[in-house]
């Protein structure tokens, strides 16, 4: 199957601060999908990216697909306490499978 | 529209013992699929389903392992005879034909003593 890994695992961000979380295969992917899991919680779909070189913006969280669809990034901006959870990228292979990474879990000091 | 149902939301098992966990999809949706994750780690597929039929079962254990989603009622992941390492939660989602998301449901956290 299509495994992804992600980096980092673990992500301490000062709030209001930039980071960015990857998501790398060593095969080329026909999709990724990010989700976001709260602490408690469950997971929700943020984004699908579909097309090589690919960028989707949602407020703060930028997303991208590589040129050679081998990996994508998650980029948050200004960084605050709401942005607290695991972040999870997802290829969806056929039979609408998802394939989970390993996630990066963020935490946000104050 | 209501979110994916599960219940319970937590089960306590002792070994041994079955464990039900029930799902009931978005209305309009056809497409179940199960997820276990375990503490700190990212979710894995265990099956999907749709109305009456299991479409891929790959990730599920051969043994004591079993989905259905019958015609009426909700899909349920059973598993039987109950192990310290089957602790874990237990994820359903669902989504509609011809979309690529899928809306999971609150869990349901398994605990076997």
């Known amino acids: 199957g299509q495994q992804v890994m992600q980096i980092p695992q673990y992500q301490h961000v000062q709030e209001g601060e930039d980071f960015t979380t990857y998501c790398n295969s060593s095969?080329?992917?026909?999709?990724i999908q990010w989700y976001k899991q709260r602490p408690g919680g469950h997971p929700v779909f943020l984004i699908q990216l579909v097309k090589s070189g690919e960028v989707k913006k949602q407020k703060r969280l930028t997303f991208q697909f590589g040129e050679a669809k081998k990996n994508s990034s998650l980029h948050i901006t200004a960084t605050q306490t709401t942005d607290v959870g695991t972040y999870f990228c997802?290829?969806?292979?056929?039979?609408?499978?998802?394939?989970f990474g390993g996630g990066t879990r963020v935490l946000v000091k104050p | 529209n209501a979110g994916v149902m599960q219940n319970p939301r937590h089960l306590v098992r002792r070994r041994g013992q079955e464990a039900r966990l029930r799902c009931s999809p978005m209305?309009?949706?056809?497409?179940v699929y199960w997820y276990r994750q375990l503490p700190e780690e990212g979710l894995k597929f265990m099956v999907y389903?749709?109305?009456?039929?299991?479409?891929?079962e790959s990730g599920m254990p051969k043994e004591r392992f079993s989905a259905e989603f019958p015609k009426e009622g909700p899909s349920i992941l059973r598993i039987q005879q109950v192990v310290r390492g089957d602790s874990a939660a237990y994820f359903c989602?669902?989504?509609?034909?011809?979309?690529?998301?899928?809306?999971f449901g609150p869990g349901t956290r398994l605990t076997v003593t």
């Open positions: 209305k309009g949706h056809s497409h």
């Open positions: 997802a290829p969806k292979a056929a039979g609408n499978k998802l394939t």
């Open positions: 989602a669902s989504s509609p034909d011809g979309a690529y998301e899928q809306y």
């Open positions: 389903l749709q109305k009456e039929n299991i479409i891929d």
């Open positions: 095969t080329t992917l026909s999709n």
